[in-house]
């Protein structure tokens, strides 16, 4: 695959040029952008199991990462300030050092089922208060840590994206098995897979354990 190279005349590099490109803003939309938390954006927080966080460290290299838990394991601490839970992961701390460094985030609310998401920006902090921490926990087990979001902007994203991708339909399910799983991507792209399937079935499978044994 060739490298893109795209001519400088085409690169949009200045807001002005970029907004001729567009209709203008409608009016309502220019106005929903909310800096708290209303009865409307609790409500869509307590129903979503499944966040995308953004952030980014001290250079501005950005990364998302997911978060998942049951519904609602974000917790709503009062009009401008939310929690969420550190679950186990891989160790990397990507999204933990890059608020360190920078404590800009953005929050993506998802809902199954629901077309519409929830956009929340604000500032970061990692905090282990022990009460916090006690109010979080599943199956016994406390996260190390969570995520206090001080929120400044809120507003309600509308279905369009979701519908263009029918991210919901069951007929646009894809089959999984028609890719390598986790673990041999991995290897492939690292030390390299072994070629006897049996071991390769072995790694799966204790990948498969350690889902189990390290959710929580």
């Known amino acids: 695959m060739k490298k893109f190279k795209g001519d400088p005349e085409f690169v949009i590099s200045d807001e002005e040029s970029l907004r001729s490109l567009f209709p203008e803003v409608s ?4 106005i929903k ?3 708290s938390l209303d009865e409307h954006a609790q409500a869509f927080i307590r129903r979503s ?3 995308c966080l953004g952030t980014q460290n001290a250079d501005g290299r950005a990364d998302v990462s997911p978060r998942g838990d049951p519904v609602g394991f974000v917790q709503i601490l009062g009009p401008n300030t939310l929690a969420i ?6 160790n990397r701390l990507d999204s933990l050092v890059n608020i360190v460094a920078n404590p800009s985030v953005g929050l993506l609310f ?11 920006n604000g500032q970061a902090s990692l905090v282990t208060d022990p009460e916090l921490l006690k109010s979080m926990s599943v199956q016994d ?7 206090v979001v001080e929120v400044k902007e809120v507003f309600l994203h509308c279905a369009k994206a979701f519908r ?3 991210l919901w339909d069951p007929k646009q399910f894809q089959d999984r098995s028609e890719l390598p799983s986790l673990a041999r991507i991995i290897l492939d792209q690292t ?6 399937d049996h071991e390769m079935r072995r790694i799966e499978d204790n990948l498969e354990t350690d889902y189990k044994r390290t959710l929580y």
Do not use: H, W, Y
């Open 164 to 166: 263009r991708s029918q």
């Open 191 to 196: 030390t390299g897979a072994p070629d006897d």
């Open 27 to 30: 009016p309502l939309a220019a």
């Open 49 to 51: 199991p499944f966040i």
């Open 33 to 35: 952008c909310q800096t």
């Open 85 to 90: 839970p550190e679950r186990p992961g891989n």
């Open 110 to 120: 998802i809902v199954p089922g629901f077309d519409d998401t929830l956009r929340v």
């Open 141 to 147: 087990r406390l996260p190390k840590l969570a995520i």
